[in-house]
């Protein structure tokens, strides 16, 4: 979490529904708490809703059912215009018959300040993204990268408390996105602005936000930090949906506190962490990340249980080894190593065994 | 270069099609209007001999004119041409038209008054095979053949062909008015009506002619020493021309018509003798051309400057209600939902299915004062059953019915652009803080202005050169410029005037069309994309 941020709640989503045609719920049941100054990502596939809840939030669609408040008001019925909420929109948006300074006045003219005012607030928001001299260009000058940062200074420059970004970098390639994603972070704790920033690259969400939520079908499905998110999934959906993540089906054998042991479809029996399984006798899907693999047995557990798996190509990455391997069945088990000087380098055809440490591998639901 | 050239051959067709029935026509449509080839054709003569008289003097010309008008006027009224001249001078000064006319039915007269006393002198002048001896020789080829091209001209007639008859040398030298008349009956006889010319009895105006010549005293004495054929009844006619009226052409054709004697009508044939005139441009600025310049026409006849006005007033006065009523159905359009966008889409285009003589139609229905809207008013009691409202043969008729039949090619340049702009631009606006109003008026309208510019072009043009709707409900206040072109086309057959008409027409819509580039830009029109 940002430096001043406190635990108040700033934004809230309190049970909010969503459905364009009164049959389907595109959001279902959202509830959101967000303290002032946090950077929180909505990550999710498409139409699985999180757009919905950032124009809800925005004001360019109301919500069917629930409330939304912003600093403790219910802002259901405040029109877009009078939210005060900074917007970045996927295309930018940008007005093509208007230079960049003027674009950057709009917002200030419609407030009514006056013309020096408004002159040093364009001027400072664009020295603020290095853009200080292309004032006088139009849009369609500039490239997709300039753009970026001129829509971004846009939405800052009538110093709004919240900013909205619609997978603001979507359009650029990935060198300048990666130089965007640290830039924009970073103006976002330094003017200690409340950021809900949308998108369905998981990179992205991962090295911006201080929290990410999950969305799949309308829902929330996990809302934590990036750390947690990546190493503690806590369903099979964001499992599969976070990161390279290896899968393994069958059946919980037994449950004893925060361990388990899950008897795979082949009979294989493995050491697990039950995450959302209860009961013995329920099937659950396993996952595993492949850098949490080991297949050096000095470095497990005496008592760990272990599988063998057949290498069935190895490929060469430069900083990782990419192996994959046949076990219990599963064709597509991989597994990461880093390239270090004493790594061992596994040839196709080669038998190994290969086990974790039990909290590295979570029992999912099956689903 | 052979791909260019299999490209050229691909849309040869299209291209030949299109000039050979769209820019032909219309180039050789447009050329009338400075065409004047039938003065010079018609009358080829007179015009050559008018160049000499001044027309300033006030004094009608010399008889020489009258001569050639006469052997011009003969022949040309054989080939039926003279009623041609005579509408085509009667635009310039009316009156011309009849007395071409009348004086065409005259001019056997006029022949008679010499070839009664010719034929009383000597009987051999009632013989064809006579007058054919006489004038036959050799030598007078290419006199022949000057003929026969001034007779083609004037008739439009191929006049090619054997004619069977070469005028002498001699007798041309001696009797140059007679070879004349009698080289053009030949050339009649033969060519257009296929008979054999020693045959056939010279037309009257070979008389004349040769009433022409014998006036000249050196003609007289060259007769008498003259021994070809038919010198001696040429020696007793030129004994005997005490006997011959003692009046030239110009008394017989004031005789006529006293018209002939006025130097007014001469001017008038005079300032449109050459082949090339400004005088239907002219005509359509209500100018005209006098012997003393040009000059405006009286008060009273001025129609053609307010009918361009008029037609340029009402055209921006229905692209501004196109603009007015179009803008909000194109923003429906562009921004209902798929399904009911489609359905608007099909009112929209429902007027392009239907005839425009029925959508018309209905509108006279609809604006007559015992018709729909009037009764409508009347039952709701907004209007007195007296005075009902006069919404049809006028100009708001007009207006009413273009605006709607026109609206169409407003609404979709509008909406093919207004669909190309993004709704997260307004988006971007209310959430920067403008209201409603604010974000459409600084932010979507400037982008919509180029299919605003795309639709009036469209409307502007279309409007400019309507012509069914204004005939239909536009009564007289409500006729365009174009409406008496078609009546100049299909009426007074002035084709000269609607031609002028219509190129300035064109100019003027060439000419807005390269003001509206220099100031908005054609690349700033779009019609869709």
Known sequence: MADGASNEAFVEFERVQKSYDGETLVVKDLNLTMPKGEFLTMLGPSGSGKTTCLMMLAGFETATHGDIRLGGVSINDIPPHKRGIGMVFQNYALFPHMTIAENLAFPLEVRKLGKAEQEEKVKRALDMVEMGSFGGRRPAQLSGGQQQRVALARALVFEPELVLMDEPLGALDKQLREKMQFEITHLAHQLGITTVYVTHDQTEALTMSDRVAVFDDGRIQQLAPPDKLYEQPENSFVAQFIGENNTLEGVIKEIKGNTCVVQLDGGEIIDAVPVNVSQVGERTRVSIRPERVEYNRDRLHADAHTLKAEVLEFIYMGDIFRTRLRVAGNDEFIIKTRNAPDQVRLKPGQEIEIGWLAEDCRALDAS | ?529
């Open chain 2, 1 to 529: 270069m052979r791909q260019k050239m299999r490209a050229l051959m691909l849309v040869a067709p299209l291209l030949i099609f299109v000039v050979v029935t769209f820019i032909v026509p219309i180039l050789s449509m447009l050329f009338r209007s400075v065409e004047n080839d039938i003065v010079p054709n018609t009358i080829p003569g007179t015009v050559i001999a008018l160049s000499q008289w001044d027309g300033s003097s006030g004094e009608p010309p010399h008889e020489n004119v009258y001569r050639n008008l006469y052997i011009d006027l003969f022949k040309a009224e054989e080939a039926k041409q003279h009623t041609r001249l005579g509408s085509r001078l009667n635009y310039e000064q009316s009156g011309l038209s009849s007395l071409f006319r009348t004086t065409g039915r005259s001019l056997d007269d006029i022949g008679e008054l010499w070839q009664d006393p010719l034929e009383d002198i000597d009987p051999n002048f009632e013989e064809g095979s006579f007058w054919f001896e006489m004038m036959s020789g050799t030598g007078g080829e290419d006199f022949l053949e000057t003929r026969r091209e001034l007779m083609a001209l004037m008739s439009d007639e191929d006049m090619s062909g054997d004619v069977g008859f070469v005028p002498s040398e001699e007798i041309i030298q001696l009797l140059p008015w007679t070879a004349r008349a009698y080289t053009d009956f030949a050339l009649w006889a033969a060519i257009r009506d296929g008979d054999t010319v020693a045959e056939e009895d010279p037309w009257e105006s070979v008389y004349g002619a040769l009433g022409m010549d014998l006036t000249n005293p050196d003609t007289v004495s060259a007769i008498n020493s003259y021994n070809g054929a038919g010198a001696s009844a040429l020696q007793t006619a030129a004994a005997n021309i005490d006997q011959l009226p003692q009046f030239g052409f110009r008394e017989a054709f004031t005789e006529e018509d006293k018209d002939w004697g006025s130097a007014d009508i001469w001017a008038t044939i005079k300032l449109y003798s050459p082949s090339m005139t400004p005088g239907y441009f002219l005509n359509s600025v209500d100018m005209t051309l006098t012997p003393d310049g040009i000059v405006m026409k009286p008060e009273n006849q001025q129609i053609y400057t307010t009918l361009f006005m008029r037609t340029l007033i009402m055209a921006l006065i229905i692209t501004a209600s196109c603009i007015v009523l179009g803008y909000p159905v194109a923003w429906l359009l562009a921004n209902l939902p798929m399904r009911t966008a489609s359905i608007l889409m099909i009112l929209v285009l429902l007027p392009f299915w239907t005839s425009l003589l029925v959508r018309t139609s209905a509108w006279k229905v609809l604006l007559q004062q015992q018709g729909v809207i009037n009764e409508i008013l009347v039952w709701l009691g907004f209007v007195n059953d007296a005075d009902r409202l006069v919404l049809m043969n006028n100009a708001t008729g007009t207006v009413i019915a273009m605006t709607h039949i026109l609206l169409p090619f407003m609404i979709l340049p509008l909406y093919s652009v207004m669909k190309t702009i993004p709704p997260s631009y307004q988006r971007a606006a209310k959430s920067l803080g403008a209201t409603n109003w604010t974000a459409f008026w600084r932010v979507y309208f400037p982008q919509s202005v180029p299919g605003i510019g795309a639709g009036s072009i469209l409307v502007f043009i279309l409007a400019i050169g309507y012509y069914i709707t204004p005939e239909i409900v536009g009564g007289t206040d409500g006729v365009f410029i174009s409406n008496r072109i078609a009546y100049h086309i299909s009426s007074s057959l002035n084709w000269g005037l609607a031609a002028a008409l219509g190129s300035i027409l064109l100019v003027v819509v060439l000419g807005l069309y390269w003001c509206y580039d220099k100031i908005v830009g054609i690349d700033n029109v779009k019609l869709g994309g």
